[in-house]
């Protein structure tokens, strides 16, 4: 039980008279604390900490801090709630990118699609958690990335078309950004021969962000809801119904 249904959606052999539900609501702890370990990650170098390790090197820099930085959140939902929820404790301040716009105390401005160049512009962290769609697609294309500061780092929990994957990939060769922190892909699993696999500046995880000890009792606590209403005859009222 997943919450992005896109892959199964998408399947011609899959009949559009079938009953779909998914497991979205259930992936904000994880997924956030998952954002928080890319950019705590990239922040600190860890990529070259954990070489310098292997090679048994003593090599110590200052960090860069969370505190007081900018992030901006591309979809606002469950999880891009907690995200902000969890940046606000760590002294940052918070933009919202999403079609619906509310009052949030752990967002300090929020933001439609329509701006989120503007946005792109002012963050030290772009933070991908939005669903893939039609819409959504290629949302992060090339202007946006270009707009980022040189200074700013990308990550991608959401789904890997929302980004052009060769701008981005363009953009960190050329230094245009700091770095990524990348757990979902156009192609997954990711290609060994995938130019991501060897940049120094990109933090490369297997779309393990929604994974975690608890997950079963989450997905439990919705399946076995729905299968009770299912059985009952209930057809109208189950969670998350996938609407085709």
């Not at 992936?27 to 048994?56: C, I, W």
């Not at 040189?150 to 060769?166: H, I, K, Q, Y």
Request: aromatic share 10%; proline share 5%; hydrophobic share 45%.
């Amino acid at each position: 039980m997943i919450s992005g249904t896109d892959f199964f959606t998408k399947l011609p052999s899959l009949n559009k008279d079938i009953l779909l539900t998914s497991g979205k609501g259930i992936h904000g702890p994880q997924v956030s604390e998952t954002a928080f370990l890319l950019m705590l990650a990239l922040n600190r170098k860890y990529n070259a900490n954990f070489k310098d390790r292997l090679q048994k090197k003593w090599v110590r820099w200052p960090s860069t801090l969370l505190h007081n930085k900018a992030v901006g959140i591309l979809g606002v939902g469950v999880i891009g709630k907690e995200i902000a929820r969890k940046c606000k404790v760590f002294g940052m301040e918070v933009f919202g990118i999403d079609i619906i716009q509310r009052k949030l105390d752990c967002v300090d401005a929020f933001y439609g699609p329509e701006d989120i160049v503007k946005v792109a512009k002012e963050v030290d962290y772009f933070v991908i958690v939005a669903p893939r769609t039609p819409q959504t697609e290629k949302l992060v294309d090339s202007k946006v990335i270009s707009a980022m500061k040189p200074t700013a780092f990308l990550l991608n929990l959401g789904r890997g078309e929302l980004v052009d994957e060769e701008a981005l990939i363009s953009a960190l060769k050329s230094g245009k950004i700091a770095g990524a922190g990348l757990d979902t892909y156009w192609q997954e699993p990711l290609p060994k021969e995938h130019p991501f696999w060897k940049m120094k500046n990109v933090i490369v995880s297997p779309h393990f962000a929604g994974m975690s000890d608890i997950y079963v009792d989450q997905v439990l606590t919705i399946f076995e809801e729905n299968l009770r209403r299912f059985v009952k005859g209930d057809r109208r009222n189950l969670i998350n119904v996938v609407e085709w």
